[in-house]
């Protein structure tokens, strides 16, 4: 595997072929066979890949020719198959969330360990480098401590049918599993640990099985965050938002990949240094008459040096979709140099899978006491 990085892929959907079509940009990557309970689905994708077709994961596994399973099933599938890839001595990429129980995750990551096998759940989001921005803003302390934050989610339900396995939790985990586990891991990434203070969901009205309405609030060190996820939207309005407020300023984000970032606050000239360097091209915006000398203003009894009042944005003129394929391939070549070389430090890692999947299944629990209809 240090020149070729053979793939057998479980499922055969339109999100499969996206990330496949990203993996193999990857200079050694080839796809050897695909299985789909969906026979036709499978088909085209091995035409499209130059694949051969596996009845089924277990014929897939007996592959000899396959180094690594890549699993894109629905989440109620994810244990299974991911532990039957790696007793047959496969390394696992499945898809998010690692299963529908924190212990299954567990029990995955140990199998993997006890022998030497990769396995993660594609929390791709850690790959952008507008959160490794963010993480080192957060580090230097550049806007002072954090205070609270928040995650909107105004997804859209426009290809969720009523029939389609997201709505059903014993499939899907429900919204905090199927779809928060990006974002629990996200923000753990920047603040640490949370813990899960409150969570509930709500029900369609016309709908008494549907849930499309989740909201959370974890406390970390410093501070708070709130997170809301909404299915509801037609297509043309999905849009998401994420802010982090501090003691100097703020940083919002928007596109639940984030491909804007826009940075209020108070900064000495050092500090504006410092992000102009770690951002590279973006437009600053002053506020008010370029000052040349300190200003002190106070806020929480501190009081607060600074020598300009911005405002920073900054795009990722690749668009979402160019973005999402470039963390697929971030992601692939990472994991790919830990299967080389076991002292490569991952950028995630199987306890990305594990804590963020407690974290929604924590929020899961509490919400079930406190269900709104």
Same mark, same amino acid.
């Given at each position: 595997?240090?020149?070729?990085?053979?793939?057998?892929? *479980? #499922?055969?959907?339109s999100?499969?072929?996206?990330?496949?079509?990203?993996?193999l940009?990857?200079?050694?990557?080839?796809?050897?066979?695909?299985?789909?309970?969906?026979?036709?689905?499978?088909?085209?994708f091995? @035409?499209?890949?130059?694949?051969?077709?596996?009845?089924?994961?277990?014929?897939?596994?007996?592959?000899?020719?396959?180094?690594?399973?890549?699993i894109?099933?629905p989440?109620?599938?994810?244990?299974?198959?991911? $532990?039957?890839?790696?007793?047959?001595?496969?390394?696992?990429?499945?898809?998010?969330?690692?299963?529908?129980? &924190?212990?299954? !995750?567990?029990?995955?990551?140990?199998l993997?360990?006890?022998?030497?096998?990769?396995?993660?759940?594609?929390?791709?989001?850690?790959?952008?480098?507008? /959160?490794?921005?963010?993480?080192?803003?957060?580090?230097?302390?550049?806007?002072?401590? +954090? %205070?609270? #934050?928040?995650?909107?989610?105004?997804?859209?339900?426009?290809?969720? $049918? !009523?029939?389609?396995?997201?709505?059903d939790?014993? @499939?899907?985990g429900?919204?905090?599993?199927?779809? =928060?586990?990006h974002?629990?891991?996200? +923000?753990? #990434?920047?603040?640490? @640990?949370?813990? *899960?203070?409150?969570?509930?969901?709500?029900?369609?009205?016309?709908?008494?099985?549907?849930?499309d309405?989740?909201?959370?609030?974890?406390?970390?060190?410093? =501070?708070?965050?709130?997170? /809301?996820?909404g299915?509801?939207?037609?297509m043309?309005?999905?849009?998401?938002?994420?802010?982090?407020?501090?003691?100097?300023g703020?940083?919002?984000l928007?596109?639940?990949?984030?491909v804007?970032?826009?940075?209020? #606050?108070? %900064?000495?000239?050092?500090?504006l240094? /410092?992000?102009?360097?770690? &951002? =590279?091209r973006?437009?600053?915006?002053?506020?008010g008459?370029?000052? &040349?000398?300190? $200003?002190?203003v106070?806020?929480?009894?501190?009081?607060?040096?600074?020598?300009?009042?911005? &405002?920073?944005?900054? *795009?990722?003129?690749n668009?979402?979709? $160019?973005? /999402?394929?470039?963390?697929?391939?971030?992601?692939?070549?990472?994991?790919?140099?830990?299967? @080389?070389?076991?002292?490569h430090k991952?950028?995630?890692?199987?306890?990305? !899978?594990?804590?963020?999947?407690?974290?929604?299944?924590q929020?899961?629990?509490?919400?079930?006491?406190?269900?709104?209809?």
């Amino acid at each position: 595997m240090e020149n070729k990085l053979n793939i057998g892929v *479980v #499922g055969a959907g339109s999100f499969s072929a996206f990330a496949v079509h990203a993996f193999l940009k990857i200079e050694g990557v080839q796809i050897i066979a695909a299985t789909d309970i969906n026979k036709q689905n499978a088909m085209q994708f091995a @035409k499209t890949f130059n694949a051969i077709v596996s009845d089924d994961i277990s014929s897939l596994l007996q592959n000899e020719q396959i180094d690594l399973i890549y699993i894109a099933t629905p989440p109620f599938l994810h244990y299974r198959q991911s $532990k039957m890839a790696l007793l047959a001595g496969k390394h696992v990429i499945c898809e998010k969330p690692a299963a529908l129980k &924190t212990r299954e !995750a567990e029990e995955l990551a140990f199998l993997a360990a006890s022998n030497e096998l990769l396995y993660v759940v594609n929390l791709m989001q850690r790959y952008n480098p507008m /959160y490794e921005i963010v993480s080192k803003i957060i580090n230097r302390k550049v806007l002072g401590n +954090f %205070l609270h #934050g928040f995650f909107e989610n105004y997804a859209s339900d426009e290809n969720l $049918k !009523a029939e389609h396995w997201f709505w059903d939790e014993t @499939k899907s985990g429900g919204i905090f599993i199927e779809h =928060g586990v990006h974002f629990f891991d996200m +923000f753990s #990434g920047w603040l640490g @640990k949370g813990v *899960v203070l409150n969570a509930l969901t709500l029900k369609r009205s016309d709908n008494i099985r549907i849930i499309d309405r989740a909201q959370a609030t974890l406390m970390y060190k410093d =501070g708070t965050v709130n997170f /809301y996820h909404g299915f509801d939207q037609p297509m043309i309005l999905d849009r998401q938002e994420m802010r982090l407020l501090f003691e100097r300023g703020e940083i919002t984000l928007y596109e639940w990949i984030p491909v804007k970032m826009k940075l209020h #606050g108070l %900064l000495t000239h050092k500090q504006l240094k /410092y992000i102009q360097d770690i &951002t =590279g091209r973006s437009e600053i915006i002053y506020k008010g008459e370029v000052q &040349t000398k300190n $200003k002190k203003v106070t806020g929480r009894f501190k009081e607060i040096i600074f020598d300009k009042e911005i &405002t920073l944005e900054l *795009v990722n003129e690749n668009g979402k979709q $160019k973005t /999402y394929e470039q963390l697929l391939i971030n992601m692939l070549v990472d994991q790919w140099n830990w299967i @080389k070389d076991h002292d490569h430090k991952r950028i995630i890692e199987d306890s990305n !899978a594990v804590e963020s999947l407690s974290l929604a299944e924590q929020a899961t629990m509490i919400s079930k006491k406190i269900n709104y209809s």
